[in-house]
């Protein structure tokens, strides 16, 4: 029976000590927060978005992308299921193949998860941090709480710097270097954005299916089509998520990024001036807002009635074309320019992180140091929103507790 550690009681620490313990091992669990799985509780809104029907390696991102590809197939969404069924939780699936707890509570995710570790005798130790990992002969040795501790082996599953406020802080970066590996500059990813123009927050709270297109000095380099939330410091929704990897990579290197918005992608601007032409037809006495406010909502009609320099147009009646052909660009080119994302205090995931190249995709071990593992998002792997993340959080924790 080997002695196990494992750094970190997320979602990776948690399904790789359960089946690190599952083989026989003496797992050791150190968790520095006063809870386990703290992230996991926040995810999909508090519902917890468990992973994906579609888990493809193309959902998923890094400097070497196809190093989880043994990984998601050894922990694909069949083995999922059945992984967290064996634990006693059901679940359902919901839009986009995502799948979630039939509760529909992340804490039912965390307590099955919870009450498995503890069955099989892990050895969890709360409120402590391990301040320093050494390699001595074959053992590693663990300063924790001014002690020392002594394992045959040890994972590294500390997640990364995104989201601090849920104990997030990065500590696996620094032990990868102390032990002489390396680490790809971390920054946000599945962050919202911070736009240049103060007006939005006339705008806040609404919510649209749009397309949106990115532009990086000018050049468009994505287009995602989802949900889209204007806010009072810029944009969010799932839309904004799936953009946010290029766009905050795009920033961290001083480019410039903008995104126009089409706010009603499953009209043409030519059917869409036709069906303003139409309008005019009936209601033309309205005044402009009530007369846009039956096609859109009331605060994004106020919005493009100011964006396009209309508010001396007191009725309907007495639009023309120009005005119409303003409208319609507002609503299906709406350029704004980001300054910023939320950064790491906001952002769900971190791109970046340990280099893959210096693990063995195999079973995660380093190539470096025999019996040190690395996992979760402490790696230079991260997905699409959608499930994506937290599914390679488990897949790579069952790998290395696998393989111990």
């Known amino acids: 029976m080997s002695r196990i550690a494992i750094i970190g009681a997320g979602a ?8 690190a313990s599952r083989k026989g091992h003496n797992v050791t669990l150190f968790e520095k927060n006063s809870k386990v799985g703290r992230k ?11 992973s994906n029907e579609k888990i493809q390696l193309e959902r998923y ?25 064996s634990l006693g939780l059901e679940m359902r699936e919901g839009e986009e193949g995502r799948l979630y707890p039939m509760s529909h509570q992340a804490s039912s995710v965390v307590d099955m998860l919870l009450h498995e570790v503890r069955s099989l005798h892990v050895n969890i130790v709360l409120e402590c941090e391990v301040t320093k990992i050494e390699k001595k002969d074959a053992a590693f040795v663990l300063h924790v709480n001014e ?9 590294i599953a500390t997640g990364s710097v995104a989201m601090p406020t849920l104990g997030s802080s990065g500590s696996g970066y620094g032990f990868a270097k102390s032990l002489g590996h390396s680490v790809i500059e971390p920054y946000p990813s599945l962050v919202q954005f911070v736009c240049d123009e103060s007006h939005l927050k006339e705008v806040s709270g609404v919510k649209m299916d749009a397309n949106v297109e990115l532009y990086i000095d000018n050049q468009k380099c994505q287009s995602v089509q989802g949900d889209l939330l204007f806010t009072a410091y810029g944009l969010s929704g799932s839309a904004i998520l799936d953009l946010s990897r290029k766009a905050s990579h795009a920033l961290v290197q001083g480019e ?60 309907a009646s007495s639009l023309g074309a120009k005005e119409i052909k303003k409208m319609v660009f507002a609503l299906k080119s709406l350029r704004l320019h980001v300054k910023a994302t939320k950064g790491f205090e906001s952002a769900e995931v971190c791109a970046g992180g340990v280099d893959v190249s210096e693990l063995e995709s195999k079973n995660l071990m380093s190539k470096k140091i025999q019996n040190l593992y690395f996992c979760g998002e ?20 069952y790998l290395v507790g696998q393989s111990l």
């Open 12 to 19: 990776s620490g948690l399904v790789c000590a359960i089946e």
């Open 40 to 50: 996991i509780l926040a995810t999909g809104n508090g519902k917890c978005n468990i």
């Open 61 to 85: 991102h890094g400097k070497s992308p196809s190093f989880a590809k043994e990984a998601l197939k050894r922990f694909d969404t069949f083995t999922c299921k059945a992984f967290f069924r």
């Open 147 to 155: 002690k020392t501790d002594v394992f045959d082996a040890c994972v």
């Open 256 to 315: 410039s990024v903008d995104v126009v918005l089409d706010l009603l992608p499953n009209l043409s601007r030519e059917a869409l001036t036709s069906l303003f032409q139409k309008r005019l037809a009936v209601g033309k006495e309205k005044s402009l807002s009530l007369w846009l406010e039956g096609m859109i909502p009331k605060k994004l009609a106020y919005f493009i009635i100011e964006n396009t320099h209309l508010s001396h147009i007191k009725e």
């Open 378 to 397: 402490v790696l230079d792997i991260d997905g699409d929103c959608g499930g994506f993340n937290l599914h390679f959080a488990w897949a790579s924790g």
